[in-house]
């Protein structure tokens, strides 16, 4: 392919290199508030979760993020621009955690590990964006899979999935360690907690939705991961195979590279190395470890050429990028030292344009975008503080 190998470490494909390589060869207060909400210049409130990108049906992307002032948004003013408007600050519920996902009708959905005063968990809440730049809906209760107290402080990390319907599905390891999981209908009615069954979960699971609606969900366990999908868009759960993989938990993502078939990639929880694995082949290693957090995949089109893109944060706070061809991994990924600096993992999107965007957050706490420049291959220009 176009994209020759750039100054990095090779894994076992198409290279990607920065900008700068190539030129030197409180917790918010309980309850949400529907209302727009509050532009705050110079925000340096540390970040907790985040980011995530998200493209709106205007073809505006919007990046959020969590800190101890709220929910953080930060709006594109316009398709494929350099300028951003926010932070906009929403207030939000005491939170341990957020999980951000969109579903094929744009709709953003925001969910939230609820804790109380003394940082015991009590349940699960949801928020929802229903436009580009539109208001934040009131938070509101999914609640959780247990009724007793002792139990129910123990479940684990929300992780969540859009049907095509527009079903959202929530995911939670529960007190017995086994997966819960609730899903709210296309009309807003939440069904019953499901008990998935499953042991030893742990909190970092990965939970995606195909183009055609099907939704999947892996999380990590003791020695293995395990798996549930959909046979059919908005059918039932049915538990697959143990992976006899050890996923780092929160280091897990997945991205649909076929029509109805995900790739996950994720770093081994003893070496920190990275892999790649689609049920039913072999599991691969990338190279370009340790990292720290998750792994972010997209595709993009790369000199007319279908392609993945991954990202990481390694413990140093140093960002990785590699390419390579989609599915074809096992061809072989180079990984560059991209320069850039970041106190949490990074997010990737395509922005109107086709390019690709990456988000991360300097070590001053400042939401910085890199974006891909006009030349072959995947070569990022430094990125901008917004």
Same mark, same amino acid.
């Given at each position: 392919?176009?994209?020759?190998?750039?100054?990095?470490?090779?894994?076992?494909?198409?290279?990607?290199?920065?900008?700068?390589?190539?030129?030197?060869?409180?917790?918010?207060?309980? %309850?949400?508030?529907?209302?727009?909400?509050?532009?705050?210049?110079?925000?340096?409130?540390?970040?907790? *979760? %985040?980011?995530?990108?998200?493209?709106?049906?205007?073809?505006?992307?919007?990046?959020?993020?969590?800190?101890?002032?709220?929910?953080?948004?930060?709006?594109?003013?316009?398709?494929?621009?350099?300028?951003?408007?926010?932070? *906009?600050?929403?207030?939000?519920?005491?939170?341990?955690?957020?999980?951000?996902?969109?579903?094929?009708?744009?709709?953003?959905?925001?969910?939230?590990?609820?804790?109380? !005063?003394?940082?015991?968990?009590?349940?699960?809440?949801?928020?929802?964006?229903?436009?580009?730049?539109?208001?934040?809906?009131?938070?509101?209760?999914?609640?959780?899979?247990?009724?007793?107290?002792?139990?129910?402080?123990?479940?684990?990390?929300?992780?969540?999935?859009?049907? %095509?319907?527009?079903?959202?599905?929530?995911?939670?390891?529960? !007190?017995?360690?086994?997966?819960?999981?609730?899903?709210?209908?296309?009309?807003?009615?939440?069904?019953?907690?499901?008990?998935?069954?499953?042991?030893?979960?742990?909190?970092? !699971?990965?939970?995606?939705?195909?183009?055609?609606?099907?939704?999947?969900?892996?999380?990590?366990?003791?020695?293995?991961?395990?798996?549930?999908?959909?046979?059919?868009?908005?059918?039932?759960?049915?538990?697959?195979?143990?992976?006899?993989?050890?996923?780092?938990?929160?280091?897990?993502?997945?991205?649909?590279?076929?029509?109805?078939?995900?790739?996950?990639?994720?770093?081994?929880?003893?070496?920190?190395?990275?892999? !790649?694995?689609?049920?039913?082949?072999?599991?691969?290693? /990338?190279?370009?470890?340790?990292?720290?957090?998750?792994?972010?995949?997209?595709?993009?089109?790369?000199?007319?050429?279908?392609?993945?893109? /991954?990202?990481?944060?390694?413990?140093?706070?140093?960002?990785?990028?590699?390419?390579?061809?989609?599915?074809?991994?096992?061809?072989?990924?180079?990984?560059?030292?991209?320069?850039?600096?970041?106190?949490?993992?990074?997010? /990737?999107?395509? *922005?109107?344009?086709?390019?690709?965007?990456?988000? /991360?957050?300097?070590?001053?706490?400042?939401?910085?975008?890199?974006?891909?420049?006009?030349?072959?291959?995947?070569?990022?220009?430094?990125?901008?503080?917004?």
């Amino acid at each position: 392919m176009a994209c020759g190998p750039g100054d990095g470490e090779k894994g076992q494909g198409m290279g990607a290199r920065s900008g700068r390589t190539a030129r030197r060869s409180r917790p918010a207060g309980d %309850g949400g508030t529907p209302v727009a909400g509050t532009r705050v210049a110079g925000l340096r409130a540390p970040v907790v *979760d %985040g980011p995530w990108i998200v493209m709106g049906k205007d073809l505006r992307l919007t990046m959020f993020a969590r800190s101890d002032r709220g929910l953080l948004r930060w709006t594109q003013r316009a398709a494929a621009g350099h300028e951003w408007a926010g932070p *906009d600050v929403f207030e939000a519920p005491r939170l341990s955690h957020l999980t951000v996902v969109q579903g094929a009708d744009g709709f953003v959905r925001f969910i939230g590990r609820r804790v109380s !005063a003394e940082g015991h968990a009590t349940g699960v809440v949801h928020a929802a964006q229903y436009q580009t730049g539109r208001p934040v809906t009131e938070w509101k209760p999914v609640g959780n899979p247990h009724k007793d107290a002792a139990s129910a402080r123990r479940i684990g990390v929300p992780a969540a999935a859009v049907s %095509g319907s527009g079903s959202v599905h929530v995911f939670v390891a529960n !007190a017995g360690g086994g997966v819960s999981m609730r899903n709210e209908d296309a009309k807003g009615a939440w069904g019953p907690w499901r008990d998935l069954q499953g042991s030893d979960a742990y909190d970092g !699971a990965v939970a995606v939705a195909a183009a055609s609606g099907r939704v999947e969900y892996l999380a990590p366990g003791d020695g293995v991961a395990m798996r549930w999908q959909q046979e059919k868009p908005d059918g039932g759960l049915g538990r697959c195979p143990d992976l006899q993989i050890a996923v780092d938990p929160g280091s897990a993502s997945g991205l649909e590279t076929a029509p109805d078939r995900f790739t996950y990639y994720w770093s081994d929880v003893a070496t920190g190395g990275l892999f !790649a694995h689609r049920p039913g082949a072999w599991v691969v290693p /990338l190279g370009g470890g340790p990292a720290e957090g998750r792994i972010a995949a997209l595709r993009a089109w790369l000199d007319g050429y279908d392609c993945t893109v /991954l990202a990481h944060r390694t413990p140093e706070g140093e960002i990785m990028l590699a390419a390579c061809g989609t599915e074809n991994e096992g061809g072989g990924i180079w990984w560059s030292r991209t320069a850039e600096r970041s106190a949490r993992p990074p997010a /990737l999107a395509c *922005d109107a344009e086709g390019r690709v965007v990456m988000a /991360l957050f300097g070590e001053d706490g400042a939401l910085r975008i890199a974006r891909q420049l006009p030349e072959p291959g995947l070569a990022m220009a430094p990125s901008a503080r917004v």
